[in-house]
C-alpha cells in the first residue's frame, strides 16, 4: 500500500524558518505534493516535486529525494496566517487520485 | 474565475436518513475527486470522475455510498441509511485531468455532514 508519515504538530515564532518532513512509501511514485489548509478552509496547493531537488515559490520552498523517499517543506520569515496544516500528498495511480498525509498543524506564535 | 463550489455546506442528519452532497467543479475541468475528511485528520480519497464515468470506486467505504455526474460537469455524492461514522467534511476537487491531476487539484470548500 502508500503511506505517508509527516509530524502531526510543529510550533515556531513569526520571522523565523520551520521545515516540515514527509516520508512516504508508495508502490510507483508519480511527484509529491504539499497543500495548505486553515481551519475550516479548503485545502490549497502549495507545490509539486517530480524530480529531485529544491523548487523555490516565495517565502516557500519544497525538496525531494526520490531515493531516500523523503522531500520536505520549508517555510521562511513566517507570518502569523501561515498558522494552518499542511499536508504531503502522492498520487494514488494513474488516475490522479491524491494519498495525503495526516497533516502538520503548523502554530505561529508572536 | 468561479472555483469549485460544493452544496450544502453544513448538513445536520438523524441517523438512517439519506444525504445527497453536490458538487460543480470550475468549468471546463474533466477529472473530478470526492474525498472525506474526519476531524484532524488527512483526506481519504473516495471516488473519481473522469467526464461521466468513474473508473475507480475503490474508495468508497460501503455499498451505502454512491455518486454520479451528469453532464461532465456536476456531481451528487448520497449517501443512504446515514451512520455516526459518516460524520465528516466531504470535500471535491477537479483538475483538467491527466498528469495535471498529479500536481494542483482545486478543492472545493467542503460539505460538513453531522449524523445525530
Known amino acids: 500500500g502508500q503511506s505517508l508519515e509527516q509530524p502531526s504538530e510543529v510550533t515556531a515564532v513569526e520571522g523565523a524558518i520551520v521545515q516540515i518532513n514527509c516520508t512516504y512509501q508508495t508502490s510507483g511514485f508519480y511527484g509529491l505534493s504539499w497543500y495548505q489548509q486553515h481551519d475550516g478552509g479548503a485545502p490549497t496547493f502549495l507545490s509539486y516535486n517530480a524530480l529531485d531537488g529544491l523548487e523555490e515559490t516565495g517565502r516557500f520552498s519544497s525538496f525531494l529525494s526520490r531515493s531516500d523517499s523523503y522531500g520536505y517543506l520549508l517555510l521562511q520569515e513566517l507570518q502569523m496566517k501561515d498558522s494552518a496544516s499542511y499536508f504531503c500528498a502522492v498520487p494514488g495511480g494513474s488516475q490522479g487520485n491524491l494519498i495525503f498525509g495526516k497533516g502538520t498543524k503548523l502554530s505561529v506564535k508572536p | 474565475g468561479a472555483g469549485v463550489s460544493q452544496s450544502p455546506s453544513n448538513k445536520v442528519t438523524e441517523k438512517g436518513k439519506d444525504v445527497e452532497l453536490r458538487c460543480d467543479p470550475i468549468?471546463?475541468?474533466?477529472?473530478l475527486y470526492w474525498y472525506r475528511q474526519s476531524l484532524g485528520q488527512g483526506l481519504e480519497f473516495l471516488i473519481y470522475?473522469?467526464?461521466?464515468?468513474?473508473?475507480?470506486k475503490s474508495g468508497l467505504p460501503s455499498d451505502r455510498f454512491s455518486a454520479e455526474r451528469t453532464g461532465g460537469s456536476v456531481s451528487t455524492l448520497t449517501i443512504q441509511r446515514t451512520q455516526q461514522e459518516d460524520s465528516a467534511v466531504y470535500l471535491c476537487?477537479?483538475?483538467?485531468?491527466?498528469?495535471?491531476?498529479?500536481?494542483?487539484?482545486?478543492f472545493g470548500p467542503g460539505t460538513r455532514l453531522t449524523v445525530l
Open positions: 468549468s471546463g475541468h474533466t477529472a
Open positions: 476537487a477537479s483538475t483538467t485531468g491527466g498528469p495535471s491531476s498529479y500536481n494542483e487539484q482545486f
Open positions: 470522475f473522469q467526464g461521466n464515468s468513474a473508473p475507480d
